[in-house]
């Protein structure tokens, strides 16, 4: 008689409870071998006499040392930089109109979350602040399964179909004869590449543009990339595609200053997120979803299919459903950031893949890509990696096993186990892949509606507001700039002379070059399957939205000033009760306030004194969000002597941040390029992000806007 099957109820949070019990805390305790034998002495190897040579025989040494031996593995191919933290994720409203998936039913469900976000180009060493794309990896933790949404922070990607990955990837890395650069797009084999891959333009236009250098990870969008599908209980389908969209709004840092992060503190990204969660100022995205009905699949002028194009959401726009808030950061970075293994196949039921020829590829990648890196098929066994539900299958063996299979038998269909495991059926939430109709030849093609690769590139441009443009076009001088073979350059005008005229031109004027009359398209990947490049008809080429608010980042500013960084700067003398009230006044808002010093140790006011976070040895204006000069004579006195005082107001001014000064703090900025903003000794606006003599208030609502780009377009700072 077959036996009864019954899935247990896991409960919502208890991944963290699963993880704990792999967690080992030493407090207390005695230290042992691997072995459970307890060490006596950790500090001297077995040696014949107290000058003679170690035995053979210790094997307390020859465990550790074979132990650290191998304690690396591979680095992830790309993305193998990363930094992550736990969560939860909270459904505001049922989603069951359109998809099944169990954590998307129940308004005020809550499902465990952990999230990796990385850099793709850098090895695992390199650093944050790279002109880069950033990965977004969120697996839930859901009753149905691991769900993984392996995404990027920006829509679309550089390449249409998966069979180009390695290249794209062999382009962008180091260049393999000497391994220069590190985590740097900016040289010939991917600017080589690039140049002769039209659809990459719309990536290219996302790519040069400050979305590649954010100011934190908790400060950047997130998106699924590809079209997905929901499928809803009664088996119907629409299309789908996943937005994150942060609370405190999408914003970035200046190249100028990405670069000097770069040295001055290479873990900045990193360090944020986990500073911003120990200090319980909790990231926070919200989930939002792009609706499609199956029937409207091929109304828009580009294909749904195609990674290249976003849909604007004037189109179909974003509905929010849910919540995302990261709260944990890892208790051990091996253990669980660098041992998580994401895979847009894992899925549960009530969410299926398209047929984009990107996303195909990479259901075959990511699996695969684990074997070699975590050289296990057991991978799914490591903590981070669990279900929070029973896993029960006939897989079985290979290295590393921890699951315990009892019973005889490992195969299906059996009766020696009484059938078990059962199939479930969909009812009972086996997964069942959507019905798509197919009917076709087997072709190396691309469909003709992949082949418009400049109208969403030109969209995307459009839609920046003048000083995004001028930070993506400086961004283009650079990287064509670090570019040796001119012929890869005159190509790259030719590209971008496709997406505008005046882009090229402003790039070619940098690089003293000139834009080419007619450009050879570099068409050689999309010539249709027949041969016959005649037939070669591009789709529509223009868009006929021309702007999209929703690509500028200057549309998602937020007010507020929570976990931003403010310095202040000042020394012995300081005017004590201006810079108590400012330090309130900015902690109340949700700030992180440090006080910079010549020196470390104390300050002294007239009555009080106060801690040194950071002296200008160590403190850089580009690892602060903005900065505060409090009054005080001999305050003054000391940072007019200071020569790093004054390059940290030039370099806080340059980067556009808000500055505030009061009484003698003022004269400080005299002695700096603020001097200039004012105009003999008028009062200034504090819209121009000077705030001087002025309430706290006026500060904060400075700093909340984030920066004053527009300050670049009239003042040149050489800092
Ligand atoms: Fe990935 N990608 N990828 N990718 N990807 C990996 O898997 C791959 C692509 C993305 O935090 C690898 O476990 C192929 C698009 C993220 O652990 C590897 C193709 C998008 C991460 C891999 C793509 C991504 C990866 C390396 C083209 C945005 C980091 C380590 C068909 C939607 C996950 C690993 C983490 C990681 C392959 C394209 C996002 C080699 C073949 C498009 C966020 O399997």
């Known amino acids: 008689m077959a036996k009864k099957h019954s899935v247990k109820n896991a409960g919502t949070n208890s991944k963290t409870e699963d993880l704990a019990k792999n967690t080992v805390s030493s407090d207390g305790e005695l230290m042992t071998t691997d072995q459970g034998l307890k060490i006596n002495d950790d500090q001297n190897s077995l040696k014949s006499g107290e000058r003679g040579s170690t035995l053979l025989e210790d094997f307390i040494l020859r465990e550790k040392i074979t132990h650290f031996d191998h304690e690396r593995i591979p680095e992830r191919i790309v993305h ?27 308004p005020g469900t809550k499902t465990p979350v952990f999230v990796r976000f990385s850099t793709v180009a850098g090895s695992r060493g390199s650093s944050d602040l790279a002109r880069d794309v950033r990965g977004f990896s969120v697996k839930f933790y859901t009753e149905e399964g691991n769900y993984d949404l392996v995404g990027n922070n920006m829509p679309v990607f550089f390449i249409q179909d998966a069979i180009k990955f390695p290249d794209l990837i062999h382009a962008v890395k180091p260049e393999p004869h000497n391994e220069i650069p590190q985590a740097a797009s900016a040289h010939d084999t991917f600017w080589d590449f690039i140049s002769l891959m039209p659809e990459s333009m719309h990536m290219i236009m996302w790519a040069m543009s400050d979305r590649a250098i954010p100011r934190s990870l908790r400060m950047m969008e997130g998106f699924g990339v590809h079209t997905f599908r929901f499928v809803n209980a009664a088996g119907k389908s629409v299309f789908v595609k996943f937005h994150w969209k942060p609370l405190l709004g999408v914003h970035s840092v200046a190249w100028d200053e990405a670069q000097k992060i770069s040295g001055k503190d290479s873990d ?15 990231p926070e995205w919200e989930l939002g979803v792009q609706i499609v009905p199956e029937k409207d699949e091929h109304k828009f002028e580009f294909d749904l299919l195609d990674p290249t194009k976003l849909i604007p ?11 995302m808030t990261l709260n944990r950061n890892p208790d051990n970075f091996f253990a669980e950031t660098e041992q998580v293994a994401f895979h847009p196949g894992h899925l549960v039921p009530g969410i299926d893949f398209t047929n984009d020829p990107l996303l195909q590829g990479r259901l075959f ?3 695969d890509t684990q074997l070699s890196r975590l050289g296990s098929p ?3 066994e490591i903590p981070i990696n669990r279900p929070i539900v029973p896993v029960q299958n006939n897989q079985r063996d290979g290295h590393m096993r921890h699951q315990i299979d009892k019973g005889k038998s490992s195969h299906s269909p059996n009766t020696t186990a009484g059938g078990c495991p059962f ?5 009972e939430g086996g997964f069942t892949s959507y019905n798509e109709r197919i009917d076709a030849k087997k072709i190396r093609a691309r469909s003709q509606s992949f082949f418009d690769h400049f109208s969403q590139a030109r969209l995307f441009l459009n839609s920046q507001n003048p000083a995004e443009r001028n930070h993506l076009t400086d961004a283009l001088r650079f990287e064509l700039g670090k570019v040796n073979d001119e012929n890869i350059r005159q190509r790259m005008l030719g590209l971008l002379s496709q997406v505008d005229r005046t882009l090229a031109t402003d790039v070619a004027d940098a690089l003293g070059m000139v834009v080419p009359k ?19 008809q591009p789709f529509p080429f223009e868009s006929s939205i021309k702007v999209s608010t929703a690509l500028s980042m200057t549309t998602t500013v937020k007010n507020t000033i929570k976990s931003r960084q403010i310095a202040v700067l000042a020394a012995n003398g300081v005017d004590e009760d201006a810079l108590v009230k400012m330090r309130s006044a900015l902690e109340a808002g949700g700030a992180t306030v440090q006080i910079i010093a010549p020196k470390l140790g104390t300050i002294k006011g007239i009555k009080a004194q106060f801690k040194v976070n950071q002296s200008f040895l160590t403190a850089a204006s580009v690892l602060f969000d903005a900065v505060y000069v409090p009054g005080g004579q001999k305050s003054l006195a000391a940072l007019l002597d200071e020569p790093d005082a004054i390059h940290f107001i030039n370099e806080a001014y340059r980067h556009c941040k808000a500055i505030a000064a009061d009484a003698q703090g003022i004269d400080l900025l005299k002695a700096t390029a603020v001097a200039k903003e004012f105009d003999g000794d008028k009062k200034v606006d504090p819209s121009t992000g000077i705030v001087l003599d002025r309430p706290a208030k006026d500060f904060i609502q400075a700093i909340a806007k984030h920066r004053v780009w527009e300050r670049e377009a009239f003042r040149k700072v050489p800092a």
């Open 268 to 282: 900045f990204h990193r360090r944020d997120l986990y500073d911003a969660i120990e200090n319980g100022a909790f």
């Open 313 to 323: 959401e004037e189109l179909v726009p974003v509905k929010i459903i849910g919540k």
């Open 365 to 367: 990648s990511y699996t």
């Open 518 to 536: 007619n450009p050879e398209m570099p068409m050689n990947h999309s010539i249709p399957a027949d041969g016959n490049p005649k037939k070669f």
């Open 378 to 380: 057991n991978f799914h």
């Open 80 to 106: 193998a930089r990363g930094a992550a933290a736990h969560g939860v994720f909270e459904l505001y409203e049922s989603v069951s109109e359109y998809t099944k998936a169990g954590f998307l039913q129940m």
């Open 423 to 427: 199939q479930a059926k969909a009812a």
